[in-house]
């Protein structure tokens, strides 16, 4: 006799809750899907009758998105009218890292969670499901249970952790047939109950021997633990890369070689300008801070090192086109091919360009960018938002003003590349192989640099056409 479930309201329309619930809608027509927000702007893009304008960028989204639209997926920004019609509530808003007071940059600012609970626990007049999709600190099921049960007013409600483990540029795919789906709920009857309904959900696609189900708090830290090992990883290979480099050996080689060991395994092993992403950074020193929080230093430091690894290797990045470039980069045109944090989307939250970036223009470079999916609105945000962070939030715009005269954003990658210095490859878009590099050289400065932050383009013909190679874990 279980729920079961007809009626899901998701809160939060951002790259997890769009793509997430747009696949439920697709997979489950007997379910109705809504998903809300307080941002107009953001819904209004998602019931756009021109999916080239849907918020985000992803490869497969638009066709899913155009199926079950208006047919069991309701984008909104009604948000009481969702809680109170749903059965199921799935809250996917964003945690990102404090940037105040306690924990201030370093544990996960639980704000808007908060808020979803408080909105939920005054609306909601039946019995619902609440289903944590946002990556949380481990025990923060306790901490809604709290608010959620606190009315008095007789409504229960059962709390899951369903952590989502998509990456963005391949979030179809690892929705469509994901590895596992993590369901964590209570051992109790009404616990079990719980997850059986999600379980059902997720069944109507996913084999039930890849929906694995635990104890809330093992949900709840698997999904910073995925994350903390997947960064470890490439902070390890490119911890390797910079000893690469010293010694003649081959990065790429190396991640072929281990990676053949099964027990190792050959993903996520590829050495590159660092890792970004709205995820890595803000979960690892989310686990850090929790691992200081119960006193355990030993462990802190451990995790911490993957993010002091990550931030060497993109200042190493930067500091070597300063030192081939003979020491200063100074009223220097340096082409950026690519500025999102990978290929195949336009987010470019922490991306490794917006760090190099600002090393470069500190050093008085003149930066021209291309990149095929980032507006031009949204490059400039980042790196004044990096100006104002580096300046402590004091921000002097004059300063940036001056640095943004700097600044020069492209619509073609040639254009950017015209009478450079320099190229460096930040992103690893598959365009960019593409180019016709003699055209390239011939319309550069010369000695014509390249710094090929992913080891994506073919090294030995961009040196037969005259080109100064470097890359990432490659002595020369
Ligand atoms: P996002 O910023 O793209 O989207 C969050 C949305 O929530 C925003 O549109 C915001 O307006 C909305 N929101 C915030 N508070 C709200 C409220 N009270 N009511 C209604 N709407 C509200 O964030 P995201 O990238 O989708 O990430 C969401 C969560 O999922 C985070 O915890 C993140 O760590 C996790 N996650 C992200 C990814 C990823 O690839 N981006 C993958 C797995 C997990
Ligand atoms: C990552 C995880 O892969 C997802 O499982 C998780 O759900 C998500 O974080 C999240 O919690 O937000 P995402 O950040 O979207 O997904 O993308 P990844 O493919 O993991 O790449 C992260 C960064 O690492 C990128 O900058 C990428 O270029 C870099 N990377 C990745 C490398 O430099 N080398 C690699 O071998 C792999």
């Known amino acids: 006799n ?19 619930m747009a696949m439920i809608a697709q997979k489950c027509p007997h379910i109705k899907v809504t998903v809300v927000d307080l941002n107009e702007q953001r819904i209004a893009d998602w019931n756009d009758a021109d ?27 009604e948000v009481d009218q969702a809680i109170a019609d749903a059965q199921m509530i799935f809250i996917s808003v964003n945690t990102p890292t404090k940037t105040y007071g306690v924990g201030k940059g370093m544990a996960a600012d639980l704000k808007y969670i908060e808020l979803c609970a408080r909105q939920i626990a005054r609306v909601a007049k039946d019995d619902k499901i609440i ?36 990456a963005e540029g391949t979030a179809i795919n690892d ?33 039930l021997e890849n929906i694995l189900t635990t104890r809330v708090w093992s949900s709840e830290l698997s999904k910073l633990t995925a994350n903390a090992f997947l960064a ?32 190792i395994g050959s993903k996520f092993l590829k050495a590159s300008v660092g890792f970004g992403g709205s995820c890595f950074q803000k979960d690892i020193l989310n686990l850090v801070y929790l691992c200081q929080h119960f006193n355990l230093p030993e462990v802190a430091a451990y995790w911490e090192q993957v993010i002091k690894m990550n931030d060497y290797q993109k200042h190493r990045f930067a500091k070597n086109i300063i030192d081939k470039l003979f020491n200063t980069v100074s009223g220097k045109k340096i082409a950026f091919l690519g500025w999102a944090f990978k290929k195949d989307t336009n987010d470019t939250r922490e991306s490794a360009a917006i760090y190099v970036a600002d090393e470069l223009l500190q050093d008085r470079a003149e930066i021209h960018i291309y990149d095929p999916k980032v507006t031009k609105e949204q490059i400039i945000k980042d790196i004044c938002h990096c100006e104002e962070e580096r300046r402590g939030n004091l921000p002097e715009s004059e300063t940036t003003k001056e640095l943004l005269k700097r600044v020069t954003i492209h619509s073609t990658p040639y ?6 210095h320099a190229i460096a490859i930040l992103t690893e878009w598959d365009e960019f192989k593409t180019y016709d590099w003699q055209k390239v050289y011939s319309e550069m400065l010369k ?27 490659k002595g020369k």
């Open 131 to 166: 289903v944590e999709k946002s990556t949380l600190p481990v025990r923060t099921a306790e901490a809604l249970s709290t608010i959620l049960n606190s009315t008095g007013n007789g409504v229960e409600f059962d709390i899951l952790s369903s952590p989502e483990f998509l």
């Open 175 to 207: 929705l469509q047939v994901p590895d596992r789906v993590l369901i964590g709920g209570k051992d109790t009857e009404r616990g079990k109950a719980a997850m059986q309904a999600l379980v059902d959900v997720y069944a109507n696609w996913v084999p």
């Open 447 to 473: 000695p014509a640099f390249v710094f090929d932050g992913r080891n994506i383009a073919d090294k030995e013909e961009l040196t037969t056409v005259g080109f100064d190679v470097y890359n990432i874990g």
């Open 232 to 263: 470890q990883r490439v902070s390890s290979i490119n911890a390797i890369s910079a000893l690469c480099e010293k010694t003649g050996a081959d990065v790429d080689e190396i991640s072929r070689a281990i990676g053949a060991d099964s027990r």
């Open 51 to 77: 999916l080239d304008k849907l918020p985000i960028y992803e490869p497969g989204l638009a066709d899913v998105v155009a199926e079950a639209r208006n047919r069991n997926l309701f984008f909104s920004t």
């Open 415 to 420: 254009a950017a590349m015209e009478n450079a």
């Open 2 to 20: 279980n729920k079961q479930i007809s009626n899901i309201c998701c809160i939060g329309a951002g790259y997890v809750g769009g793509p997430t």
